[in-house]
C-alpha cells in the first residue's frame, strides 16, 4: 500500500516527536529539503511533500541524528548577519568569535585606510564581517588549505567584497614579502590534541587540523605571537582566539615576548576567549591586564 504524502506541518510534527530533534532544526532541514526559507513553512504548511521532497528531510534528519552539525548538512551558516557557505573543509563560524570581530574594528576605529591580515580564515567569516562594515580596508585572507580557501573565495565573491585578498600557506608565509599590518588576527587552532571535548558537539565532524595544535593546543598560538613582529606596523596589534582556559597562558606568552597593552576580553558567557597586544618596541617592555568586560 501507498504511502500517503505528508503536509509540511504533519512532517514537522512527526520529525519532532520521533527523534527528538527540536522544531527549530526540523525547520531548517524541511525548508533546505524545500529549497525554501523557513517562513514559506508557515505560508504552505498544509502544502504536500512529493516523494523526492520527503525523502530529502529524511535523509537529513538521519544525518542530523548521527551527529552531523547543521551547517554542514545545509553547507551555510550566518555570521555577522551575513551568509556563508560552509564544507567539511572549514570549522563552522561560532557566535563566541564574533567577539574578534568587535575587537578588530575597535582596534582599527581611528584608522583612515587600515590594513588587516586575517591568518587560517576558514570559510573567511571573519574578514568577511570586517570588509563588509570597513569599506577603507584592506584585509590579506590567508589559509594552508586549498580547499578551504576556495570556500572562503566563494563568500567573498558572493557577498561582493573587493577589499579582500588571499594568500595560500601556512601562516605568515602566506603573506606578501616586506609587507606589514596595522592589525593580525587569528582563530588559531587551540585545542589540546586529546582533549576530550573533541568527541562533543559535533567537532568530530568538523576538520581535525584547524581544531588541535599540539599537546596543550598553544603550538600554534605559541608561533603566531612569537612571529608577528616581524609584520606588524610600529603601533600594531595582534588579536588571537583561544580556548576559555588558556587565558593566563595566552597572557604570559605575550608578556614574554614583549608586547604592550596586553588585554583579554570575555565572551557573552563570561569566558576568556580573546587576548591582543601590541607590537613590542625595542626595549622589549610589555604589561598585561585582564579586561572582564
Same mark, same amino acid.
Given at each position: 500500500?501507498?504511502?500517503?504524502?505528508?503536509?509540511?506541518?504533519?512532517?514537522?510534527?512527526?520529525?519532532?516527536?520521533?527523534?527528538?530533534?527540536?522544531?527549530?532544526?526540523?525547520?531548517?532541514?524541511?525548508?533546505?529539503?524545500?529549497?525554501?526559507?523557513?517562513?514559506?513553512?508557515?505560508?504552505?504548511?498544509?502544502?504536500?511533500?512529493?516523494?523526492?521532497?520527503?525523502?530529502?528531510?529524511?535523509?537529513?534528519?538521519?544525518?542530523?541524528?548521527?551527529?552531523?552539525?547543521?551547517?554542514?548538512?545545509?553547507?551555510?551558516?550566518?555570521?555577522?548577519?551575513?551568509?556563508?557557505? /560552509?564544507?567539511?573543509?572549514?570549522?563552522?563560524?561560532?557566535?563566541?568569535?564574533?567577539?574578534m570581530v568587535e575587537r578588530?574594528?575597535e582596534l582599527t576605529r581611528?584608522?583612515?585606510?587600515?590594513?588587516?591580515?586575517?591568518?587560517?580564515?576558514?570559510?573567511?567569516?571573519?574578514?568577511?564581517?570586517?570588509?563588509?562594515?570597513?569599506?577603507?580596508?584592506?584585509?590579506?585572507?590567508?589559509?594552508?588549505?586549498?580547499?578551504?580557501?576556495?570556500?572562503?573565495?566563494?563568500?567573498?565573491?558572493?557577498?561582493?567584497?573587493?577589499?579582500?585578498?588571499?594568500?595560500?600557506?601556512?601562516?605568515?608565509?602566506?603573506?606578501?614579502?616586506?609587507?606589514?599590518?596595522?592589525?593580525?588576527?587569528?582563530?588559531?587552532?587551540?585545542?589540546?590534541?586529546?582533549?576530550?571535548?573533541?568527541?562533543?558537539?559535533?567537532?568530530?565532524?568538523?576538520p581535525a587540523a584547524a581544531?588541535?595544535?599540539?599537546?596543550?593546543?598553544?603550538?600554534?598560538?605559541?608561533?603566531?605571537?612569537?612571529?608577528?613582529?616581524?609584520?606588524? /606596523?610600529?603601533?600594531?596589534?595582534?588579536?588571537?582566539?583561544?580556548?576559555?582556559?588558556?587565558?593566563?597562558? /595566552?597572557?604570559?606568552?605575550?608578556?614574554?615576548?614583549?608586547?604592550?597593552?596586553?588585554?583579554?576580553?570575555?565572551?557573552?558567557?563570561?569566558?576568556?576567549?580573546?587576548?591582543?597586544?601590541?607590537?613590542? /618596541?625595542?626595549?622589549?617592555?610589555?604589561?598585561?591586564?585582564?579586561?572582564?568586560?
Amino acid at each position: 500500500m501507498t504511502k500517503a504524502p505528508c503536509t509540511i506541518a504533519t512532517s514537522l510534527s512527526h520529525a519532532t516527536k520521533s527523534t527528538g530533534i527540536s522544531r527549530l532544526e526540523a525547520e531548517i532541514l524541511l525548508a533546505h529539503a524545500l529549497n525554501k526559507n523557513r517562513s514559506y513553512l508557515y505560508a504552505w504548511s498544509e502544502q504536500l511533500l512529493s516523494i523526492e521532497q520527503e525523502q530529502s528531510f529524511l535523509e537529513y534528519l538521519r544525518r542530523h541524528n548521527q551527529g552531523e552539525p547543521l551547517a554542514y548538512i545545509t553547507g551555510i551558516k550566518e555570521f555577522w548577519s551575513l551568509t556563508l557557505k /560552509v564544507t567539511p573543509d572549514t570549522l563552522i563560524p561560532r557566535p563566541e568569535t564574533e567577539l574578534m570581530v568587535e575587537r578588530a574594528l575597535e582596534l582599527t576605529r581611528e584608522i583612515i585606510h587600515p590594513t588587516i591580515a586575517d591568518l587560517g580564515t576558514g570559510s573567511g567569516a571573519i574578514a568577511a564581517a570586517l570588509a563588509s562594515e570597513l569599506p577603507n580596508c584592506s584585509i590579506m585572507a590567508t589559509d594552508f588549505s586549498v580547499q578551504t580557501l576556495a570556500v572562503a573565495q566563494f563568500n567573498f565573491k558572493k557577498l561582493g567584497l573587493n577589499n579582500i585578498q588571499t594568500g595560500i600557506g601556512s601562516w605568515f608565509r602566506a603573506l606578501p614579502a616586506g609587507e606589514a599590518f596595522d592589525l593580525i588576527l587569528s582563530n588559531p587552532p587551540y585545542v589540546a590534541e586529546h582533549d576530550p571535548h573533541l568527541l562533543e558537539d559535533g567537532l568530530p565532524w568538523e576538520p581535525a587540523a584547524a581544531l588541535t595544535a599540539g599537546k596543550d593546543g598553544l603550538d600554534d598560538i605559541r608561533h603566531l605571537i612569537k612571529s608577528a613582529p616581524d609584520h606588524l /606596523v610600529t603601533e600594531g596589534w595582534l588579536l588571537l582566539e583561544h580556548g576559555y582556559d588558556q587565558g593566563q597562558a /595566552v597572557r604570559q606568552l605575550f608578556a614574554e615576548s614583549g608586547y604592550r597593552e596586553i588585554t583579554t576580553h570575555m565572551d557573552l558567557e563570561q569566558r576568556e576567549r580573546l587576548t591582543e597586544g601590541r607590537r613590542p /618596541v625595542d626595549d622589549g617592555a610589555g604589561s598585561t591586564k585582564n579586561n572582564n568586560r
